[in-house]
């Protein structure tokens, strides 16, 4: 059963790289700033890799951190997806899994620690990312 929404944030693709061209294997990173649901403002880093499966779909997996603009604090982040093309977009769909970076119980973002969530991100032919992650209850 899908939950309240825990984060929304927008960013940009950045560093495109293409890791095999036979396999139409890439990477990228996203930098993106968001609001959280329990945890306030936070800074997203995230890289990811992704790789043609057929003509318009793709596999990928990402990795990276949320950072609370508040305190600092930092959670990792992990998410795996399938996209689809749609036209000049591509939306992703996935899971997510949340593991705290902090030692202290106290940080906000230790509210995410062994979380999953499942997302929902477009990305235009811009490099535009809108990203929407519910908690998987």
Request: charge should be neutral.
């Given at each position: 059963?899908?939950?309240?929404i825990?984060?929304?944030?927008?960013g940009?693709?950045?560093?495109?790289?293409?890791?095999?061209?036979?396999?139409?294997?890439?990477?990228n990173?996203?930098?993106?700033?968001?609001?959280?649901?329990?945890i306030g403002?936070?800074?997203?880093?995230m890289?990811?890799?992704?790789?043609?499966?057929?003509?318009?779909l793709?596999?990928?997996?990402?990795?990276?951190?949320?950072?609370?603009?508040?305190?600092?604090?930092?959670?990792k982040?992990?998410?795996y997806?399938?996209?689809?093309?749609?036209?000049?977009?591509?939306?992703w769909?996935?899971?997510?899994?949340?593991?705290?970076?902090?030692?202290?119980i106290?940080?906000?973002?230790?509210?995410l620690?062994g979380?999953?969530?499942?997302?929902?991100?477009?990305v235009?032919?811009?490099?535009?990312?809108i990203?929407?992650?519910?908690?998987?209850?």
């Amino acid at each position: 059963m899908l939950g309240d929404i825990i984060l929304q944030h927008t960013g940009k693709v950045s560093d495109i790289r293409i890791v095999d061209s036979e396999r139409k294997k890439k990477e990228n990173s996203v930098r993106a700033t968001g609001l959280g649901n329990r945890i306030g403002e936070v800074t997203v880093i995230m890289n990811y890799w992704n790789i043609q499966c057929t003509e318009g779909l793709y596999y990928g997996e990402g990795k990276g951190e949320i950072t609370s603009r508040e305190s600092g604090d930092k959670i990792k982040v992990t998410e795996y997806g399938v996209g689809r093309v749609h036209g000049q977009k591509s939306m992703w769909r996935g899971s997510a899994f949340y593991q705290s970076l902090q030692t202290s119980i106290d940080s906000k973002l230790y509210s995410l620690h062994g979380l999953v969530g499942v997302f929902e991100t477009e990305v235009d032919e811009a490099g535009n990312v809108i990203e929407k992650v519910w908690e998987w209850k």
